[in-house]
């Protein structure tokens, strides 16, 4: 069984599903880092013998655990050291030590990057940009004029740098995310950035909003709804308040026209699960009655399931099961309505297997799971069999 | 739904027309960079074939003055080349080694390979290591290389020993390491949900002379699965010296099982009683809400006589209780904000 740990859905978090847009946006796909791979071992894999330089004389490596051995002491493999893996540099200790902001860029820009060696130079470039706003911009403006890895090591070390929580650069950041003009890959790696943000002013909240609402935007509309829910997420869990994040996060999922934005409006508080007041019950019980995609419904269901109201979410489970049709969604309603009661479910959802007998099985797996003495609904969920077939390939909901 | 038009799917994003020439990229190079620093010095890496001894060196170099990206980078390296070097060399490598951050990585890079091929008896030369190197932090660093896979499972294979020894290890750091693999192994590689795990975690737990490290090990440790002899041992730790030791078995018996709970729930309200500590009565009642979850509340409500200090504490849980929420990790959040 798939354990995921929000309980209900069986899929890992805390990182949302791979979504078409997300998966575009992963710094290597899968077909880049294979395109990647292919020209890495055509430049740089040796045929035959390595073309390598023989070692020094004298130059062996000391016996381990000695000192740190100098560039010139370092081993050269022999034909039969070799291990068929791309990665391994000379001069790479050199180079790390002495290497400006400049020379990080340029070896960006040589590209053949290879997935590691990537990470190491935004890793490194991380390091040297620091707490430094006047760096990070410089870094910033460099990305303007690049794409594919090299925009995403250049943009994803702008997000691991401590300068990133300075104001100006999230405020370069947004803009370059609001940037019409900019190229999509850039507007959403700029979004992506932002998640870092320990906290989002109200007029910050709303600029991303906008960014979501805008139906030509895509990626961006994603990432940035994605961001908004990151930083609540993070927000929330050190004391602040949720709320003002939900209210622009529920407008999106309501009015948004991109279905995978509306979806991942109303998913990101599973990442919380802040207890949701009386305020979004009738929103969200109008999106889960009434909005055309399943998914969305079924999502509507899952929102509901952490509230202040418990009696009145019982209420609405108990009017939509009967009138939902499709068996996704009713298992959504069926297993949501035991997140919200427990045991005290039981009898709702007898009644709920006494109208779709495909419920049955399920009532009685609950009745059993409850009688064994177990509370928590994390646990019992864990238990719980799956009996309806509604995940997709990427372990999602359907 | 106001605003709903039809629905699209998002598109795939435009191919950036932004490619540039060479001669262009290096020229907005030079111009950006300048506005940030001066062109660097270092001359560029270049690529060469790896071999392993080349890794450890770089590794070794690393460990003594590279950044910690450079750090990161080779031993990701090192433990990405365990499945592609003959296995007899990284065993060789592992012996001859006497760096402790070097041996660690040459250790993971075993542990593994071990792990990917599904063979836990591949893991003896890092666990026997762990076991008889007369230097204690080459023992340490050992048993840090076994972070992050089976390693329960691993020492069960061997039959040699288990994570109670290590914890019995006179050298500090080795307990440490001990405890700080179980945590991880706990939480991060089989998300609280391995029996074998929880049960080890205890017996370490009671062999540990370190009480604050004992407790630190209950306390992150999920007792999901722990079976009725982990519940004795928890319980007999209800008794310990130390009193953060007793709050944290009270809360790991919290944690446990409904198989487990009635004998949990006996332990619990019977030291309730007995307890002299505020603290440790606190970290009871904590347990006895997680046993109960809603229908704790009865069994609070009977011990408010014992101690009136507590009764704001015990108010609270009622409070936390009464939203009626289902999960422990929620109920425990809403407490925490509910008392401001």
Partial sequence: ?398 | MPGRGRRRALRAPPTPPRRRSAALAAAALALLAGAAEPEGSAPAPEREPCSLPGMVDDLRAALHDGSPALQKYQKFLLKEAAMRVPPERLRAAFAAERDPGVLEALGAAIASRASNAGEPAAFAPVVERARRDADPALRAASLRGLRGFGSVEAMAASGRTSYADFARDPAPEVRQAAAENLLHESQKVYFGHERAVSEAAVEAAAALADPALAAKLLAGTSMEQAGPAAVEKLVEKLSADDAGLRAAAAKALGDVSAAQAGAAQRALLERYRAEPEREVRAAILEGLAHLGLGAAAPTLESLRGVDPALAPEIDAWLKALATGLQEWSLIVREKQRLQG
């Fill in chain 1, 1 to 398: 069984m798939n354990r995921g740990t929000v309980p209900g859905v069986r899929r890992p978090p805390p990182s949302p599903p791979a979504r078409p847009a997300e998966g575009r946006y992963r710094w290597v796909g899968t077909a880049g880092a294979a395109a990647l791979l292919v020209a890495f071992w055509a430049a740089f894999w040796p045929r035959g013998k390595p073309e390598v330089a023989p070692p020094a004389p004298g130059a062996e490596a000391p016996a381990p655990g000695e000192a740190a051995p100098g560039e010139a002491a370092r081993h050269r493999p022999s034909e039969e050291d070799v291990v068929p893996m791309p990665g391994c540099f000379r001069g790479l200790r050199e180079f790390d030590r002495h290497a400006t902001l400049a020379d990080l860029r340029a070896a960006i820009l040589r590209g053949g990057l290879d997935q590691p060696f990537a990470e190491y130079l935004r890793g490194r470039l991380a390091e040297l940009i620091g707490g430094a706003p006047e760096r990070a911009r410089a870094v910033l403006a460099w990305a303007k004029e690049a794409s594919g890895a090299e925009l995403e090591v250049l943009l994803g070390a702008i997000k691991d740098s401590a300068a990133v929580h300075d104001p100006g650069v999230a405020e370069s950041l947004l803009a370059t995310g609001e940037d019409k003009a900019a190229a999509t890959d850039l507007r959403a790696a700029a979004l992506d950035a932002l998640e870092t943000q320990h906290k989002l002013e109200p007029a910050t909240m709303a600029r991303l909003k906008a960014i979501a609402l805008d139906d030509g935007a895509d990626a961006p509309a994603w990432l940035a709804t994605r961001t908004l829910g990151r930083v609540m997420k993070e927000d929330f869990e050190h004391g602040g308040s949720f709320e003002p994040y939900w209210r622009e996060l529920l407008a999106i999922g309501q009015t948004s026209r991109e279905t995978q934005v509306q979806l991942l409006a109303l998913e990101m508080p599973s990442y919380a699960d802040p207890v949701l007041g009386r305020e979004s019950i009738d929103a969200l019980a109008q999106i889960m009655r009434t909005d055309p995609d399943r998914a969305v419904r079924e999502m509507a269901a899952h929102r509901l399931s952490v509230t202040k109201d418990p009696d009145k979410v019982l209420a609405i489970y108990r009017q939509a099961f009967p009138a939902e049709r499709d068996e996704c969604v009713r298992w959504a309603i069926f297993r949501f309505t035991v997140r919200v009661a427990g045991a005290g479910a039981l009898p709702l959802l007898a009644e709920f297997a006494a109208i779709d007998r495909r419920f049955k099985e399920d009532h009685q797996d609950f009745v059993t799971l409850y009688a064994s003495g177990t509370t928590d609904f994390a646990r019992i969920w864990t238990g719980k069999e799956e009996r309806h077939q509604c995940l997709g390939e990427e372990g999602e909901e359907r």
